[in-house]
């Protein structure tokens, strides 16, 4: 190894990407030095110390790698090596088809497997401004808390204005304040294990009607002046935001009713409240897409307004707080770097990708980046046709740089499936019918060449 190849590669932040993208550069032989501003600088949103904190959701979403992009993306990630999914894998919990974790031994893991790395260097502290000259190899995975003096240094770099928008954070409840008298076990449409993985609360039309009542004039926190004209994402919306477009908005949303059956009830509920496990003990359950601004107290007060939750105890309340991202199609090249300043890459949600396994996958793809140019290695993009390729292609070519958002994984990032010559109206139907799998099957066949590239 050239004096060039031992130096190391610095890492800002130490969350799903920057922890991904750290396991990739040192299997590949490259040392790492992996910053962290915590427990020095604490955000609004994080709790601990460990690496790969997960602050909203315990659920990296379906694991149907036939069917659903981000369950193709699971398996992509963990044919590459990835240290997020061994992880998740180890610690899942029972959520039907998703892929569930216990979040505290989750992310104890990944902070034990890269502490225990020989080439991996944790280190304390913040990291104020650009990062040091003499670091020929950065990537910035400082996620949506980015700390205002590295966002400001980004600004003044690029000359782009940051955009923002709220995440959201769900309230979790201990089973056993939940009243079973009530409450069912049941996952939709009955899939999962037997007698179902989530608990669900049913609500008539009167206590519904309510309920968006009380979430329409229930006090809320008090935005910061730099808050104010912030955009929420629309896959991450709090409760009352929803119940603002119509009375309807929820129970076509986090509470509908579909695919549910309250067997203590004649006739299918209005609306339901779903609760899933968020530790391995069992011992509490997150509700599920109930983001919320709301006041802690009016959080008490109108969440035990739900049959089943009248005695609830809380073990955490809701929240938002703010998320920054780059405009990724105009910064950045193919390989994550900054154009303005290529010895810069950037990795996971400030990217401009949604979800924790979209930020982890680009984080793996990062780390692979950083570590063949390092060790002068020729390493391409994946396929466009695997979901990482899709992804990567979507915030760095393909996304429209004029109305950039951030985007999670989904087949319409994917290029089209050419349909078959000569078939039948019939033939074609089912041939559409089964378009996703026969994407998956393509994207995991081209995978495996790309895979085959040596980085180390």
């Not at 046709?385 to 996304?399: D, S």
Request: hydrophobic letters at 40%; aromatic letters at 6%.
């Amino acid at each position: 190894m050239t004096a060039t190849q031992s130096q190391p590669v610095h890492i800002i932040g130490a969350g799903l990407a920057g922890s991904e993208a750290a396991w990739h550069l040192a299997q590949a032989g490259v040392p790492v030095v992996l910053h962290e501003m915590r427990p020095m600088r604490p955000t609004e949103a994080h709790q601990t110390e460990n690496c790969a904190e997960l602050v909203c959701s315990n659920s990296l979403r379906s694991d149907d790698a036939e069917n659903n992009a981000v369950g193709l993306l699971h398996e992509e990630m963990r044919r590459a090596g990835s240290l997020i999914l061994a992880s998740a894998d180890a610690h899942r919990l029972p959520a039907g088809g998703a892929l569930a974790v216990d979040r505290d031994g989750f992310s104890r893991a990944v902070t034990e497997r890269l502490a225990s790395h020989p080439l991996v260097e944790l280190s304390r502290g913040e990291i104020a401004g650009l990062p040091p000259e003499d670091w020929d190899s950065v990537i910035v995975a400082t996620g949506p808390l980015t700390s205002p003096a590295l966002s400001e240094a980004i600004r003044g770099l690029t000359g782009e204005t940051a955009l923002s928008f709220f995440d959201a954070i769900a309230p979790i409840v201990y089973r056993e304040t939940i009243d079973m008298d009530k409450a069912w076990m049941q996952s939709r449409y009955d899939e999962g294990s037997a007698g179902g993985d989530y608990i669900n609360c049913a609500l008539e039309k009167p206590e519904y009607l309510a309920f968006i009542d009380a979430l329409l004039t229930g006090e809320k926190g008090v935005f910061k002046e730099w808050e104010t004209n912030t955009p929420y994402f629309e896959g991450c919306l709090p409760i009352e935001v929803m119940a603002e477009r119509g009375p309807a908005t929820l129970r076509f949303g986090p509470m509908k009713p579909v695919g549910l059956t309250n067997p203590r009830a004649s006739r299918p509920p209005y609306a339901v409240v779903q609760l899933r496990q968020d530790n391995a003990l069992g011992t509490l359950f997150n509700m599920v897409g109930f983001q919320t601004k709301l006041k802690h107290g009016e959080q008490v007060r109108i969440f035990r307004t739900i049959p089943g939750l009248e005695r609830a105890e809380f073990a955490r309340l809701g929240g938002l707080h703010r998320n920054t991202f780059i405009n990724s199609p105009k910064l950045l090249d193919e390989k994550l770097r900054l154009k303005a300043m290529p010895r810069l890459r950037f990795a996971g949600q400030i990217t401009g990708v949604e979800g924790y396994v979209e930020s982890a996958a680009i984080g793996l793809l990062a780390g692979r980046f950083a570590a063949a140019e390092r060790l002068g290695v020729g390493v391409v993009p994946p396929p466009a046709t695997t979901a990482l390729g899709a992804l990567l292609r979507h915030i760095t070519i393909n996304a429209n740089s004029a109305s950039f958002q951030p985007m999670n994984v989904n087949f319409g990032l994917f290029p089209v499936l050419p349909e078959p010559e000569g078939l039948t109206r019939g033939q074609v139907r089912e041939w559409k019918a089964q378009r996703k799998p026969l994407m998956s099957r393509r994207a995991l066949g081209d995978l495996s060449g790309w895979l085959g590239q040596k980085v180390g």
